[in-house]
């Protein structure tokens, strides 16, 4: 019982601090005209392409991201709009190492992602796309025409649990446990790289029921397996509230790092089962910077956050016009930049102190003297050969924080959702 209530004061404690540097760090101003995050390219440096489709077949409650209900007529018109933004972007001859297509369901329109996964591959030759889908638009033919586009695919499964698929309004959409195994096992193999996503601490879920999924998951032999906690913002509060909080999170995080510790473990809440499989789902913990394009898309580049459009209408407008979709953005001053760095960073499990010495020109131990002495007096975190390394309680102290980083970004997707900004 004391060490629960020790455990609950020291996230209270982290967790403040990280709320109080985000609000001071993320301050969304709209852009101005001549603002363009483009101009923010560096000739010398490679980048991680993130791209966003903002449509959904079936909009369920408990996710936050940007997304519309699908309509093909909007569909079509948005992915020509976007390749438009690509040619844009190839103009500034920059190099792209990786590319991660997210959304909404990516595979919505199998014809004009292909239009789009072709135009990426010839433009910036790149192999390592990684692209998400929901469990709908899996099926083997599908996957076949994703051969030497898409290298890792990754599939929101969230459960195996008929109770919990029912709970989260996904059991008539995407079928039952047996349904989505069946799929699952029908397309496995066909592209180099399959990824589950598999959310835990939902609502009325049990230690048997999340054992049963990551069992299910292995036995299924995919590649990779990403669990994910639930996340809570006031974009998803009705259905959150539905519910009494489960307040396993901590015990339910131990389970998957122990059934999954034959894995690689690529960030906290991610497992391959070989190193160089791993899928860069959160790929702010392994690239300094990162362009994002599409509705919705937000970029880090030289310091500043770029946020773009998330009205679709204005979206187009604005490639028109300004060769640019970006209408927001938040500049961080350099103790910001490295706090958002340091945390990025930890959250794939290891932080080089020398090399971000040297990006930097500072001597970290010092800059981030207050942040550093709590995590190692908290026994979150401890140094080898310059390098920082986390504890067991380190690791899931980083789930909880990343956690809220994203619920505190919701706060900035709210911000558009109701048109504050435009």
Known sequence: MI???KDVIINNIVNSIINKTFDSSVKIVKTSNKDNKFNHLKKDASYLLYIHIPFCDNLCPFCTFHKYKYDEKKAVKYFENLRKEIHILKNYDIKIDSIYIGG???????????????????????????????PNHIKPTT?????????????????????????????????????LINKIKKIQGILPITNLDLIFNLPNQTKKSLKNDIKIAKELNVEQITTYPLMSSNLNSKFIN?????????????????????????????????????????????????????????SYLDGNLFVNSYDLDNY?????????????????????????????????????????????????????????????????????????????????????VMANFYSKMDKVRAIFKNKIIV
Request: glycine share 4%; aromatic share 14%.
């Open 242 to 298: 539905r519910f009494e909080l489960n307040k396993n999170k901590e015990n339910f995080y131990n389970i998957i790092c122990d059934m999954l510790e034959d894995y690689h473990m690529n960030n906290m809440w991610s497992f391959s089962k070989e190193c160089e499989e791993k899928l860069n789902d959160e790929y702010v913990s392994t690239y300094n910077e990162y362009i994002g394009l599409g509705s919705g898309g937000f």
């Open 104 to 134: 909404g369901s990516p595979l919505i329109h199998e014809e004009e992602i292909i239009k789009t996964l072709k135009l990426l591959k010839n433009i910036f030759k790149v192999e390592d796309i990684s692209c998400e889908t929901d």
């Open 316 to 400: 187009e407008n604005l490639l028109n016009i300004k060769k640019d979709s970006t209408i927001a953005k938040s500049t961080f001053t350099k103790k910001q930049m490295i706090q958002y760095y340091f945390l990025c960073t930890l959250f794939s499990g290891s932080f080089n102190i020398k090399k971000y010495e040297r990006l930097f020109n500072i001597n970290l131990e010092k800059y981030l003297k207050k942040e550093i002495f709590l995590l190692k007096k908290l026994d979150f975190i401890y140094i080898e050969n310059e390098v920082i390394y986390l504890t067991k309680k380190g690791k899931y102290l980083l789930i909880v």
């Open 143 to 179: 996957i076949n025409n994703l051969k030497g586009l898409v290298k890792r695919l990754s599939i929101g499964i969230q459960s195996f649990d008929n109770d919990i698929l029912k709970e989260l309004s996904r059991f008539d959409r995407f079928g039952d446990k047996d349904t």
């Open 3 to 5: 060490n629960n209530i």
